[in-house]
Nanobody, 126 residues
Framework: QVHLVESGGGSVQAGGSLRLSCQASGHIFSRHCMVWFRQGPGNKREGVAAADSEGSTRYADSVKGRFTISKDSAKKTLSLEMNNLKVEDTAMYYC????????????????????WGQGTQVTVSS
């Protein structure tokens, strides 16, 4: 069983920055994929960024160049550095995990992820 807890959300003005963290506990698979998803008001949940045990990272086009995902296997943490935030980044952000590496073409399919955190709210104002 894997338990995920997100933190670091908050309110910020457009152009600002936030850093989200996801603390994992329990049995972490040696081969794994961890992803940040988000769900904004009236929107479907979407994949934001992914990192896996092989060191690969993936990003949604909407956040490339602004967000950076990182993973510390020793500390069992997943982070998301978010810069130049936009109003449209407003959402609840969720950390999710699954066994095996992230797939290049399906990493953002939420149905593939068995473990989820409760989410942390990010609000960006203009």
């Amino acid at each position: 069983q894997v338990h995920l807890v997100e933190s670091g959300g908050g309110s910020v003005q457009a152009g600002g920055s936030l850093r989200l963290s996801c603390q994992a506990s329990g049995h972490i698979f040696s081969r794994h994929c961890m992803v940040w998803f988000r769900q904004g008001p009236g929107n479907k949940r979407e994949g934001v960024a992914a990192a896996d045990s092989e060191g690969s990272t993936r990003y949604a086009d909407s956040v490339k160049g602004r967000f950076t995902i990182s993973k510390d296997s020793a500390k069992k943490t997943l982070s998301l550095e978010m810069n130049n935030l936009k109003v449209e980044d407003t959402a609840m952000y969720y950390c999710a995990a699954k066994a095996f590496e992230c797939s290049s073409d399906s990493w953002a399919q939420q149905g593939d992820y068995a473990y989820w955190g409760q989410g942390t709210q990010v609000t960006v104002s203009s």
